[in-house]
């Protein structure tokens, strides 16, 4: 997927990363997990919508959203 | 050097009917869905597709339909419900380290995961990157850059009125 390349390229935090991928056209249903030095999240990201998910020493992702 | 010598291409491989009905969904594909994932993929990616078909096809082809395709893989849903991913830190971890893990079990990826390589990137802009790969994706399912950002991704289930192919591959 293009997206996380560009996010690669771009992002030297979350905070970053989910701003190139929220600014991105998006076309699919994706669990994005993403990590820098300080926290993990995992982005929960349709073509329309974007959810980003907490947790506090664990977190996973899997093939379906965890928040409705 | 990579060379492929076997077509991976269900459409090669069917017979009678199932090729007309590849014959349809090809032309389909070629005129419906590559215009618009070429129009929304900038143009640095477009010229690395180009590269590498030129570089593949020993500079006899330049189009970039087959690389595009296979790029969107994953956006035409042709690749499977698969994948799983995690993270543990802090408490939960012995040392307090992060440490993250995630599979690849794609259904439609097994053709192509006996070719799988780690690719190392130096772009003129932006920071120096990683990423595991497949052997035509230019995009990625699994990456790390200088900074240290770890990005994995698992294909999700989706209302179809929340997808598009309208966006980049």
């Not at chain 2, 593949?56 to 991913?85: H, K, P, V, W």
């Amino acid at each position: 997927m293009l997206v996380i390349r560009k996010a690669l390229k771009y992002g030297s935090t979350v905070e970053e990363v989910l701003d190139i991928i929220l600014n991105s056209p998006r076309t699919v249903g994706l669990n994005l997990m993403v990590a820098d030095k300080e926290r993990t999240v995992v982005v929960e990201l349709t073509a329309y919508r974007m959810l980003v998910r907490k947790a506090e020493n664990a977190i996973y992702s899997t093939n379906q959203f965890q928040d409705p | 050097m990579l060379e492929v010598w076997q077509s991976l291409d269900p459409a090669h491989h069917a017979q009678g009917f199932e090729r007309v009905v590849w014959f349809f969904r090809n032309l389909y594909a070629r005129f419906q869905f590559y215009p618009v994932f070429k129009w929304h993929t900038p143009d640095e990616y477009l010229q690395e597709m180009k590269g590498f078909i030129i570089g593949a096809s020993r500079g006899e082809d330049f189009g970039t339909y087959d690389i595009m395709m296979s790029n969107a893989s994953q956006d035409l849903a042709l690749t499977g419900q698969a994948c799983s991913a995690f993270a543990a830190w802090g408490e939960a971890t012995v040392d307090g380290h992060l440490y993250l893990g995630r599979n690849l079990d794609h259904s439609g990826m097994i053709p192509m995961a006996e070719f799988q390589y780690l690719a190392f990137y130096n772009p003129d802009q932006g920071y120096p990157f990683a990423v595991h790969n497949y052997p035509s994706h230019l995009g990625t399912m699994s990456g790390m850059n200088s900074e240290g950002i770890v990005i994995t991704s698992n294909y999700s289930i989706a209302v179809s009125h929340e997808t598009t192919i309208f966006g980049l591959p």
